[in-house]
């Protein structure tokens, strides 16, 4: 069955940096797009990022373009999510998704919190 483990969450000051990881299996990893969204307390789940099969597309939301970068390794099946110059509206949980087979069916991880505070 499809599984998605995110990691790499935490607590870090204004301007820092973290790298999420998502971890997929039971699915063929290199054959897909993937995603990263995020949910703060009260709103609503936002894009943050999307990377091509391949890894040569990229997508970010407006509020993390020139800040966080996806990348992926198809050989480790991950997909990862820098996040560099954070900021306290960054705080929320970090998740990864996966549409697969067809019609695509969502997958997502269980999440992992990014909290931005001094």
């Known amino acids: 069955q499809v599984q998605l483990v995110e990691s790499g969450g935490g607590l870090v000051q204004p301007g820092g940096s973290l790298r999420l990881s998502c971890a997929a299996s039971g699915f063929t990893f290199r054959s897909y797009a993937m995603w990263w969204y995020r949910q703060a307390p009260g709103k609503e789940r936002e894009l943050v990022a999307?990377?091509?099969?391949?890894?040569?597309?990229?997508n970010y939301g407006d509020s993390v373009k020139g800040r966080f970068s996806i990348s992926r390794d198809n050989a480790k099946n991950t997909v990862y999510l820098q996040m560099n110059s954070l900021k306290p509206e960054d705080t929320a949980v970090y998740y990864c998704k996966a549409v697969v087979g067809f019609p695509g069916l969502n997958y997502w991880g269980q999440g992992t919190q990014v909290t931005v505070s001094s």
């Open positions: 999307a990377i091509s099969s391949d890894g040569d597309g990229t």
